[in-house]
T-cell receptor, first 112, second 111 residues
């Protein structure tokens, strides 16, 4: 079974901190995604990557950056956390040529 | 950006009844998928229907796709309490590698 692991289920950070959310997948998938999920807004795409060191902006990239140094790991970085970044963050991976996305369990981030 | 929009936003039905959720999208797609999310968890893939298909079944799930109306429906037959979850449709961007999700339908099954 494909496994997508996010480093934390729950995280509390202070405003202005630099925050790293890590995602690791074990099935050699090329494509990886970061979404945030807020009530009534569904999943919104922040960034995605289709190869090592490649990244593309999604619909709401402001305030975020990403890093893909290894194929299995896709990191989401909040450069300076703000309270409006309090949300559920979901990582997903997809094999190239396929479209079924496999999700991690989510990280609920609270910025205080 | 294209996005699936689910309808209704919330649905509450009696156990044993059928549940129908609808999804509309804006641009051409290669395929459409439905996912399920239990409270506070990640999403799990349920079923995929390709743009050249009109209907697909998987167990108690039935999905239809009408590309002329840019809409899809998910039918869950003989609902069970364990079906309580949020359901999302997702479409791919045919020109890129993005998968775009809708806002979801929250389904509650009453015992």
């Amino acid at each position: 079974d494909v496994k997508v692991t996010q480093s934390s289920r729950y995280l509390v950070k202070r405003t202005g901190e630099k925050v790293f959310l890590e995602c690791v997948q074990d099935m050699d998938h090329e494509n990886m995604f970061w979404y945030r999920q807020d009530p009534g807004l569904g999943l919104r795409l922040i960034y995605f990557s289709y190869d090592v060191k490649m990244k593309e902006k999604g619909d709401i990239p402001e305030g975020y950056s990403v890093s893909r140094e290894k194929k299995e790991r896709f990191s989401l970085i909040l450069e300076s956390a703000s309270t409006n970044q309090t949300s559920m963050y979901l990582c997903a991976s997809v094999s190239r040529g396929n479209t079924e996305a496999f999700f991690g369990q989510g990280t609920r981030l609270t910025v205080v | 950006s294209q996005q699936g929009e689910e309808d209704p936003q919330a649905l509450s039905i009696q156990e044993g009844e059928n549940a129908t959720m609808n999804c509309s999208y804006k641009t051409s797609i290669n395929n459409l998928q439905w996912y399920r999310q239990n409270s506070g968890r990640g999403l799990v893939h349920l079923i995929l229907i390709r743009s050249n298909e009109r209907e697909k079944h998987s167990g108690r799930l039935r999905v239809t796709l009408d590309t002329s109306k840019k809409s899809s429906s998910l039918l869950i037959t003989a609902s069970r309490a364990a079906d309580t979850a949020s359901y999302f449709c997702a479409t791919d961007d045919s020109s890129a590698s993005k998968i775009i999700f809708g806002s979801g339908t929250r389904l509650s099954i009453r015992p």
